[in-house]
């Protein structure tokens, strides 16, 4: 069924950012790319823990919009080292998407998962090793526009650590992920059941949690597709396990992409000013010469 395969595919993203997000920050992400290929919507959660004060805020970030490019950043988008210069997934993004004459998803992702390597490569095994779980992700950052192509593709990147061993050295690696038409993603959900039981809807509370949409109807509608990714995060916000509930929460920002323009359906006013738009070109026209009087 193709319900099943999407669910395997989203899993993909839930079991490599799973343990890591335990110990640290939660996310919930997820989009489905139209069948026609026309827009990708998301939904992103806003929960942020901090882990020196043990207290979690609601405002955080993890969608932006670079012209009519959107980022989303999971796991830890921050991470502060005394007396270096602290990784930061977003402003990491937004640095290479000012600066790159390439700006399809894929060129943008591996530009960013080369930096996050240099970043973390120069970082002591010992402290990469204190930020991963047993699965190793570390950071996960995706890209999604229209640029070259008539169709949207997600293209993200996740970086992986392996602990080393008296036979081999502790190294990091980069996961590729992408997603085209008629195709559902997730990233960050750290409990890897919740999200492929909202796309199955096979549970009870699953069917439930649809309320007046009906299941298996993604891809083929932008109004449907707005609820849907809202609703499926949602989900995995009301049914996380009582240690990790409080990792994920809402508000829930809603963003719909397409060819030249993006649409916010819901977003905290907090997150505008991290955007970047580029500056408008100047005329090329001459002033009007002065006459003499």
Not at 47 to 73: G, H, M, W, Y
């Amino acid at each position: 069924m193709k319900s099943i395969k999407l669910m395997r595919r989203a899993l993909k993203w839930v079991i490599l950012s799973g343990l890591f997000l335990q110990a640290c920050h939660g996310t919930s992400i997820v989009w489905v790319v139209s069948e026609k290929g026309d827009y990708v919507v998301l939904a992103a959660d806003s929960r942020e823990f901090d882990d020196l004060t043990q207290k979690p805020n609601s405002d955080a970030c993890k969608v932006i919009s670079f012209d009519d490019t959107v980022f989303f950043a999971s796991g830890r988008p921050r991470i502060p080292v005394d007396g270096a210069v602290p990784w930061d997934s977003i402003q990491t993004a937004g640095g290479i998407y000012k600066t790159s004459e390439d700006r399809d998803t894929q060129s943008l992702s591996i530009a960013w998962g080369k930096r996050a390597m240099v970043w973390f490569g120069g970082q002591k095994p010992s402290f990469v090793k204190s930020l991963t779980g047993a699965d190793g992700v570390l950071v996960q950052g995706g890209f999604i526009n229209f640029v070259p192509n008539k169709s949207p593709i997600v293209f993200s990147q996740d970086l992986v650590f392996t602990d080393g061993s008296p036979l081999s050295p502790a190294q990091l690696s980069l996961n590729p992920t992408s997603e085209s038409m008629g195709q559902v993603g997730a990233a960050g959900i750290h409990n890897r059941e919740l999200v492929g039981e909202f796309i199955n809807a096979e549970t009870s509370r699953a069917s439930k949690a649809y309320g007046k949409l009906k299941p298996h109807k993604f891809g083929k509608e932008l109004s449907y597709d707005k609820e849907f990714v809202r609703l499926a995060v949602q989900f995995v916000i009301d049914n996380m396990n009582d240690k990790d509930k409080p990792l994920v929460h809402g508000p829930i920002d809603v963003v719909v992409v397409r060819r030249g323009g993006i649409e916010w359906v819901t977003r905290k006013p907090n997150c505008y000013a991290q955007d970047f738009h580029s500056p408008k070109k100047q005329s090329a026209k001459k002033p009007p010469a002065k006459t003499m009087k």
